[in-house]
């Protein structure tokens, strides 16, 4: 199983991010692996956001639409539970302003046992996982 962060999805979709080669590189070896592909809620809403603040809204619907049409990948939804022990990471890496988003993704790896993800964020690596490259 892969998790797919933000940077990950940001970087395919937005033909000018500077991680975009090197993300549609990635994007094509993961599919051909046939590997199990999980996100959360929160990157999604983090991802659309921001792809609509940088491309444009319509674009930004165009691909949510995809993402949540995709067969390939499963969404996980954090229970109340692992919020409140996403708050406890937030906490514990504060000095590195680790967002709310990522901690709320480093809980919901390590519950469903999850140690790769495909980011450009160097705080899942701090945190433990595997970052693929």
Same mark, same amino acid.
């Given at each position: 199983?892969?998790?797919?962060?933000?940077?990950?999805?940001?970087?395919?979709?937005?033909?000018?991010?500077?991680?975009?080669?090197?993300?549609?590189?990635?994007?094509?070896?993961?599919?051909?692996?046939?590997?199990?592909?999980?996100?959360? &809620?929160?990157?999604?809403?983090? %991802? @659309? $956001? +921001? *792809?609509?603040?940088?491309? #444009?809204? !319509?674009?930004?619907?165009?691909?949510?639409? &995809?993402?949540?049409?995709?067969? %390939? @990948? $499963? +969404? *996980?939804?954090?229970?109340? #539970?692992? !919020?409140?022990?996403?708050?406890?990471?937030?906490?514990?890496?504060?000095?590195?302003?680790?967002?709310?988003?990522?901690?709320?993704?480093?809980?919901?790896?390590?519950?469903?046992?999850?140690?790769?993800?495909?980011?450009?964020?160097?705080?899942?690596?701090?945190?433990?996982?595997?970052?693929?490259?």
């Amino acid at each position: 199983m892969i998790y797919i962060d933000t940077g990950a999805f940001f970087a395919r979709f937005a033909k000018k991010d500077q991680h975009h080669i090197q993300a549609m590189r990635i994007w094509k070896k993961i599919y051909k692996q046939n590997v199990k592909l999980v996100s959360s &809620n929160f990157v999604i809403d983090e %991802t @659309l $956001t +921001l *792809l609509a603040r940088k491309t #444009s809204y !319509e674009y930004s619907v165009e691909q949510a639409k &995809n993402i949540y049409n995709s067969p %390939t @990948l $499963t +969404l *996980l939804r954090p229970e109340k #539970s692992d !919020e409140i022990a996403a708050i406890k990471l937030f906490e514990k890496y504060a000095d590195m302003k680790v967002s709310f988003t990522d901690c709320v993704s480093f809980q919901l790896m390590k519950k469903h046992k999850i140690n790769k993800a495909f980011t450009f964020d160097m705080h899942f690596q701090l945190a433990g996982f595997d970052a693929i490259k």
